[in-house]
């Protein structure tokens, strides 16, 4: 699945992920690709002021290579479950 994602985002469209995080985890990584395709990704990060959803946006930027500015949470902003935006 992430490489299937990888090269849909080197096409340059626009991409949704639909994310569940898990915040306050010792580490950030992806730990699983669910049934439905929703990415669940632990963070270090606490879900206070934002945090969780910085590192959540640099953890993508990391991973998948692309800019920080091109990725938008549309939903989710004060909740686990996320809707990304990635163009």
């Known amino acids: 699945m992430l490489e ?4 849909h985002l080197a096409s340059n469209s626009p991409t949704y992920l639909r994310v569940k995080v898990i915040p306050k ?5 992806i730990v ?6 929703t990415i669940k990704i632990r963070l270090n990060a606490a879900p206070e002021k934002g ?3 910085i590192e959540l ?5 990391k991973t998948f290579k692309i ?3 091109n990725i938008t ?3 989710g902003h ?3 479950l996320k809707l990304i935006k990635i163009i």
């Open 25 to 29: 985890s010792t580490k950030t990584e």
């Open 51 to 53: 945090k969780a959803n």
């Open 57 to 61: 946006i640099a953890y993508l930027s």
């Open 32 to 37: 699983e690709i669910l049934d439905d395709e």
């Open 67 to 69: 800019p920080k500015n």
């Open 78 to 80: 004060a909740t686990p």
């Open 4 to 7: 299937k994602l990888k090269n």
């Open 73 to 75: 949470i549309i939903s």
